[in-house]
């Protein structure tokens, strides 16, 4: 257990003590929240689907999060090599504690930075329907955070090296935002394309933060919520799994 | 097997995909001793380090650490030893302290004796008054003997060090191996470590096993290895065994980050 915190604690440390990233960090979710919701916000009033900006900003938060969680998990790769992880896999701790210790903490630094995204896109003049519903947001958040932060540490416990790394971004990372409805409402999609959608756990994700911060939903929160919690502890288990099985 | 040595390895083989990286070797290192793995680059000094430390499996032979198996006495194993990595192997945002702290959780040790073992343990090493300090602000130098510190932390009864003083200049090597010495006498530590520096294993180590293509040529004490070969020098002697001095190889996947490590800082 004290090494699950200790773990945990330190990649809360690390965080805290990187201003530049964080605020690095934010700035792509920035852009897309400024460039994307006021740039498309014309077209969808006049499409008669409402607020672009409100309907964007929990997918920019889902983004945030994603991306956030997949790199922390993929840090494994350098991090067995050259990093404080090596030191871990020798002391006398069970492996799934360290996996556990690693991701709690990836996690809880993703969901950081998806309620740092909320609030800014506060500034930029979004406003959560019913406040009342935030814990619910908020557990979305953890989800996925949970999902994508044990995803990165299982493809990162069996690449080797970096050079696999673009290729999971453009062929796994990518794929997964773009088509989880962050960006366009799941309604009326050509066939084809909905059904990859309804395959995107992301998606969920997505959806569900929708519905807790705006009220609109698509698959319905409690699908939203068993999807996820399911991926989740499923991620969870496979990571473990191959984390445990790391040799160097 | 004798009863006194505390790293008994018989007949280790490591296979990767049918290359032998190491090949049925067999040695024993004695409690209180300092051994040393000398060889040129991809000889097999690291992958054998990582078969005694459990971070990698032996494709065959047995091995017994402190008297316990590292294939299925993991836990006993990991707690009789402490390493040294090649590569650091320390947090770069936290501080000296925070570092040795966190060893110190990892390995279970009693936070009533954790401080003062701590602050004995920086002071050898002479780092205490910068123990608040970030460790990316440390010199190479520093860095290691911290990593030194931490390793001994908990106790250990052998000490690993996979190429300890690559990459640092020469009095640095010196002020790291007078550590190593103190170490190994005060805290009454076994130490094996792995180097390609012939003055070094012939100053520092009691018995020297040269090793090369993954099997172990010639072993014993730097005066037993000359006379065997009719050498003067354990350069000599080395050359002698080995054949030639410069080893030519691909380089590896873990190379590649290697540079990208030095090209970027990271």
Request: with cysteine.
């Amino acid at each position: 257990m004290n090494a699950i915190y200790i773990l945990w604690l330190r990649q809360l440390k690390r965080y805290s003590r990187s201003r530049a990233r964080i605020v690095g960090s934010l700035g792509q979710p920035l852009l897309f929240l400024v460039a994307l919701g006021f740039g498309f916000g014309p077209v969808f009033q006049k499409a008669g689907v409402g607020n672009y900006l409100e309907f964007l900003t929990p997918g920019i938060v889902a983004m945030t999060i994603l991306f956030t969680s997949v790199f922390s998990g993929m840090e494994i790769i350098w991090d067995k090599q050259f990093g404080f992880l090596k030191e871990t896999l020798v002391a006398p701790v069970p492996r799934i504690n360290i996996m556990l210790g690693r991701t709690l903490g990836g996690a809880t630094v993703a969901t950081l930075q998806g309620c740092l995204v909320l609030a800014i896109s506060y500034v930029a003049g979004f406003r959560v329907v019913n406040l009342s519903s935030l814990p619910f947001a908020f557990i979305f958040m953890v989800l996925i955070a949970l999902s994508f932060t044990a995803f990165g540490t299982a493809i990162a416990s069996i690449l080797d090296d970096m050079q696999g790394f673009q290729l999971i971004m453009n062929f796994l990372v990518m794929p997964l935002f773009f088509l989880s409805g962050a960006l366009f409402p799941l309604e009326g999609l050509p066939k084809a394309l909905g059904i990859v959608t309804t395959l995107d756990p992301l998606a969920y994700g997505v959806d569900g933060l929708r519905g807790a911060l705006i009220g609109v939903v698509h698959f319905g929160m409690l699908t939203d919520f068993l999807v996820l919690g399911v991926l989740a502890s499923a991620l969870l288990l496979i990571g473990s799994f191959l984390f445990s099985k790391i040799q160097i | 097997m004798s009863e006194k040595a505390i790293i008994q390895v018989k007949n280790l083989t490591k296979k990767f995909n049918g290359f032998s990286a190491v090949d049925n070797i067999s040695f024993e290192v004695q409690k209180g001793e300092i051994f040393a793995f000398l060889g040129p680059n991809g000889a097999g000094k690291s992958t054998t380090i990582k078969m005694l430390t459990t971070l990698l499996s032996p494709t065959d032979g047995k091995m017994l650490i402190n008297g316990y198996n590292p294939v299925d006495e993991q836990n006993e194993v990991r707690s009789s030893f402490g390493i040294v990595f090649q590569d650091p192997s320390l947090d770069d945002e936290l501080t000296a302290y925070e570092n040795m702290e966190f060893h110190a959780v990892l390995y279970s040790l009693p936070s009533k004796i954790r401080k003062a073992r701590i602050e004995e343990l920086l002071k050898i090493v002479e780092l205490w008054e910068r123990r608040k300090s970030l460790v990316k602000t440390f010199s190479g130098g520093m860095k290691r003997r911290l990593e030194i510190a931490r390793g001994i932390l908990h106790h250990p009864k052998i000490l690993f060090l996979d190429e300890p003083t690559l990459g640092l200049d020469p009095q640095t090597r010196n002020y790291i191996w007078s550590y190593i010495k103190n170490l190994n006498q005060k805290e009454d530590v076994t130490v094996f470590f792995t180097t390609h520096y012939m003055d070094e294993a012939e100053k520092i180590a009691q018995r020297i096993a040269i090793i090369d293509h993954g099997k172990i040529i010639a072993s014993g004490t730097g005066n037993r290895l000359k006379i065997q070969t009719k050498t003067d020098s354990l350069e000599d002697a080395f050359l002698t065994l080995t054949g030639r001095s410069l080893r030519e190889e691909d380089a590896s996947a873990l190379d590649h980050m290697r540079m990208r490590r030095r090209v970027w800082g990271r």
